[in-house]
């Protein structure tokens, strides 16, 4: 694939293609014994060593292969964070099919448009998602085969799926004699689709070199910073961007794994954590809010877990505060996308910060934080001319790197890359030191009298009251300024603030005329299938709001 000009003088190192099977191997074969403990959707907590997972890995990849199931076939999955699913995680990449991670919030219309737009030859679910499989199974034109993933006591007697087949017969079987096989590493391994807010999902198709290198790159101690010492709880859903990457960067680091499945509610993960001693988790910002106010609540604190990873929305800073202050969890805010497999920054502090007032060092780390090499960055204007790494001058950001997409699959919407950088649809500063920060989501940014306001800002604000559990902020049409920032809020249980109060809160905390023109109270906000608050359906259900004129 590489159109580079050769040099006279090669390197003469070993050629070998970085492929997703050479993860479990390592670790199957150098931490072998080491700990994947999953909460099944039975109830129960199942544990089995990286040793046993390369086994039931390798009799899958036998049963795929027996199912007719070959090179670049795609292979599906409705299934929570689990060792069955990690188990598909490799055995379909390291048998050179190519791993479909489906979101199972989406709706049933948008999962079968999606797994008949990957044209999907297999589906591998879990027990929660039966009743949806059994509605859609018919409309999923391509798909030849549906596994349920469970025991044979635990099938359905008589189900609605023709020959629907059993996940741990097929495996008992198979043997686990099997040779991943070797191919060029720029072959597909896995495909994930954005939620599509607007329009239709679209997929992103990682290579296996992009995900090794992705799974390399996230490692590192400005990253993730993940080692064999760590106990490793991915709270991101499995269904959604590979888990960050973290069913990959933690075997390859050797670390014990723990998998919540479908028990993400604050006391669930509160007992997992503690009772497998964890020490590292990521996820998004709306599931520590549960685990956070489980804590507070019942005076709970942690005993081993130490450090954290928050992205996918912007971490506010009030829950970044309590995470460090009140439960002493060192916090890594992280940014990336469906696109970029998913991480493009990390938050975090250098050797010259360490002096600086803590105030000053939490400014740095509520930014999304710094590149990780083998992503670039910069911010452009309208016209493409790029703005200048000041911390104040804010564009549109754009990307490029070896795990960033080139092109959605099955080329929907055409030409994506501007100049070879990929556009974010983010807006954001960068500062000199290299840090940078979103402003907006340039479809949420709100355009007021031909300038912009940034409602990350504002919503973090109005999170810092103590009042208010979670705030979005939107624009709504006004007259002469075109749109004025509307404030959304969900208070905390038991506790009261009014509309004059909150907006007394902002008051020297921001412009003037960045302030809400007015606060609307409500008992939730509405949430999409990756855990975001879903600011389209604000703007529609608020879109003829009247403003009150000052
Ligand atoms: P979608 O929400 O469409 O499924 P992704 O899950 O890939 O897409 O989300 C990517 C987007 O999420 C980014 O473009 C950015 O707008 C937002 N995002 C991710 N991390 C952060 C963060 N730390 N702070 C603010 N926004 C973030």
Redesign the pocket.
């Known amino acids: 694939m590489s159109s580079y000009p050769q040099s006279p003088l090669m390197g003469q190192m070993m050629s070998q293609p970085l492929l997703i099977s050479s993860i479990i191997e390592f670790v199957a074969r150098h931490y072998g014994g080491n700990e994947i403990v999953s909460r099944r959707v039975e109830g129960d907590l199942h544990r089995y060593t990286y040793r046993e997972c390369h086994q039931r890995a390798r009799r899958l990849a036998n049963a795929l292969h027996g199912l007719g199931v070959g090179l670049g076939d795609r292979v599906a999955t409705l299934a929570w964070n689990g060792y069955r699913h990690l188990e598909a995680y490799y055995a379909v990449s390291g048998s050179g099919a190519v791993l479909h991670t489906i979101n199972p919030r989406l709706f049933p219309e948008q999962i079968v448009y999606i797994a008949n737009h990957a044209e999907d030859q297999c589906l591998l679910f879990d027990l929660t998602f039966l009743p949806v499989v059994e509605a859609i199974a018919a409309q999923c034109k391509t798909v030849r085969h549906f596994v349920l993933m469970c025991d044979r006591e635990r099938m359905p007697k008589d189900s609605k799926i023709p020959d629907l087949l059993c996940y741990e017969d097929l495996i008992a079987s198979h043997s686990d004699e099997y040779t991943w096989p070797l191919f060029d590493e720029n072959s597909a391994a896995t495909l994930c689709y ?4 607007t329009g239709n999902p679209k997929g992103a198709l990682y290579s296996h070199r992009s995900t090794v290198l992705h799974a390399y790159g996230s490692a590192v101690p400005n990253a993730l910073n993940v080692s064999a010492a760590d106990t490793v709880l991915p709270v991101v859903p499995m269904f ?2 590979n888990a960050w990457g973290l069913p990959y960067s933690v075997p390859l680091s050797g670390a014990k794994m723990v998998f919540p499945g479908a028990a993400l509610d604050g006391k669930s993960l509160y007992e997992l954590f503690e009772s497998e001693k964890v020490t590292f988790s990521a996820g998004v910002p709306t599931v520590w809010l549960g685990l956070i106010n489980h804590a507070l609540q019942n005076k709970l604190k942690f005993s081993t877990f130490r450090r954290t990873v ?6 506010p800073p009030a829950m970044m505060d309590t995470l460090i202050d009140v439960f002493g969890i060192e916090v890594v ?8 497999s ?1 991480l493009g920054t990390c938050g975090g502090l250098q050797s010259k910060h360490m002096d600086l007032p803590q105030a000053a060092q939490r400014k740095i780390l509520q930014k ?1 934080g710094h590149a990780i090499y083998g992503v670039d960055m910069k911010i452009v204007d309208d016209d493409g001319k790029e703005l200048p790494w000041d911390g104040i001058s804010y564009g549109h950001l754009m990307v490029k790197g070896p795990w960033i997409i080139a092109r959605y699959f099955k080329d929907e919407g055409g030409e994506v890359l501007q100049d070879g950088w990929f556009p ?3 807006v954001s500063t960068i500062d000199a030191d290299g840090y940078m920060q ?1 402003t907006d ?1 340039s479809k949420d940014v709100i355009k007021s009298g031909g300038e912009w306001i940034g409602t ?1 800002d504002l919503e973090n604000l109005a999170m810092g009251h103590p009042a208010v559990l979670q705030a979005a902020c939107i624009g709504v049409a006004h007259p002469k300024w075109d749109e004025r920032p509307l404030l959304l809020v969900v208070k905390r249980p038991g506790m009261e603030v009014g509309r004059e109060d909150l907006l007394h809160f902002f008051d020297g905390k921001i412009a003037k005329w960045w302030m809400p023109d007015d606060v609307v109270f409500l008992d939730a906000l509405p949430m ?3 855990g ?1 608050i879903q600011k389209n359906k604000l703007r529609e259900q608020f879109k003829g709001h009247c403003l009150p004129t000052a």
């Open positions: 954005t939620s599509g807010t959604h961007v928050i992205g996918g929305a912007a971490c805010h992280a940014w990336g996308m469906t696109e970029m998913p999304q974010t649809g983010d979103i989501r990350i999409g299938a990756t975001k």
